[in-house]
């Protein structure tokens, strides 16, 4: 059996086709995948006391957490308590990391005062 010029063709066209199809994957729905993954487990993360930044951008710290919303405390003022969906959240800092640095960022505060004197 003998191929004419004309299917050749178009298994060259199928095959150009899922090579589209590939490349449209590994470049484009594999790393929203990944990133989505990233932001599930995030938020999975989180736990009250942890400091939050919000898509927003206003910095606040978890109160409560339910399955779909959280209760944020934004500012020194503890009369600002806005329940938010988690959608909302875009960054986490665990508590216990917050202390860390604002406890060796007092030391280097200190460090430089002392210097100073």
């Not at 006391?49 to 910095?59: I, L, M, P, R, W």
């Not at 988690?86 to 007092?106: D, F, L």
Request: hydrophobic share 45%.
């Amino acid at each position: 059996m003998v191929l004419t010029s004309g299917a050749a063709g178009g298994g060259i066209m199928i095959l150009w086709i899922v090579a589209m199809f590939a490349l449209i994957y590994f470049m484009m729905i594999r790393p929203q995948r990944k990133e989505q993954k990233k932001i599930n487990e995030m938020l999975a993360s989180m736990e009250v006391g942890d400091s939050v930044v919000t898509t927003s951008g206003f910095y606040g710290v978890l109160l409560d957490i339910t399955d779909e919303d959280v209760i944020v405390e934004f500012g020194n003022n503890k009369n600002c308590r806005i329940p938010m969906r988690k959608a909302a959240i875009a960054q986490v800092e665990k508590a216990s990391t917050v202390a860390t640095v604002s406890a060796s960022s007092k030391k280097e505060e200190a460090a430089e005062s002392e210097k100073e004197a």
